[in-house]
């Protein structure tokens, strides 16, 4: 079965640090890899998604994801953290034809001033 | 304007009550989705509703029933609350069911059972 693992329920940086969310995920065909973001009290917004295309995709709000097959890996990074960035991420696989998608537990990013 | 809707925003209610939460998408998608997030921020599929299929996640209670009147709405009428369906409901659509399909998602039903 497709699922994603973050390591990490929370993580914190400084303002201007490089933020790193892990996640790795467990798949037997190519898979279909999705970061979400969500802010305090709304819904999930699309960060980037990785369809086979390039192993480097670049998201949205300076985030950007490898793709890392012998890695099994697909590690959320932005190289500046800014104040606004502080929510809830979450990595997600899309499992069957159906467009079930598997979300992993959460990670929750504070950026201190 | 808003791409994914959902009324109300929050929801309070005693058990045993039946309760419906609406979902609207305006982005010409066919495929849309019902997932509940619990207290933990765990995100877990309810439906899958496309061109009048509907695909049910096997651990979803009987008391959970979507409904879609037209392509562009999938309103969630639930029975019989209990004290454990407190949660966040979230509504998403895509394009259609193609495994990789960006889903969008609404801003959530906040739902309190007491």
């Known amino acids: 079965a497709q699922s994603v693992t973050q390591l990490g329920s929370h993580v914190s940086v400084s303002e201007g640090a490089l933020v790193l969310l892990r996640c790795n995920y467990s798949?037997?065909?190519?898979?279909?890899l999705f970061w979400y973001v969500q802010y305090p009290n709304q819904g999930l917004q699309l960060l980037l998604k990785y369809t086979s295309a390039a192993t480097l995709v670049k998201g949205i709000n300076g985030f950007e994801a490898e793709f890392k097959k012998s890695e099994t890996s697909f590690h959320l990074t932005k190289p500046s953290a800014h104040m606004s960035d502080a929510a809830e991420y979450f990595c997600a696989v899309s499992v069957n034809n159906n467009n079930d998608m598997r979300f992993g537990a959460g990670t929750r990013l504070t950026v201190k001033p | 304007d808003t791409a994914v809707s959902q009324t109300p925003k929050y929801l309070v209610t005693q058990m045993g009550n039946d309760k419906s939460i609406k979902c609207e998408q305006n982005?010409?998608?066919?495929?849309m989705y019902w997932y509940k997030q619990d207290s933990k921020k765990f995100l877990k599929i309810m439906f899958s509703?496309?061109?009048?299929?509907?695909?049910i996640n096997e651990t979803v209670p009987n008391r959970f029933s979507p409904k879609s009147p037209d392509k562009a709405h999938l309103n969630l009428h639930i029975n019989s609350l209990e004290l454990g369906d407190s949660a966040v409901y979230f509504c998403a659509s895509s394009q259609d069911r193609g495994r990789g399909e960006t889903q969008y998602f609404g801003p959530g039903t906040r739902l309190l059972v007491l």
């Open positions: 982005l010409g998608h066919d495929t």
């Open positions: 798949s037997s065909v190519p898979p279909y």
């Open positions: 509703y496309n061109n009048k299929e509907l695909i």
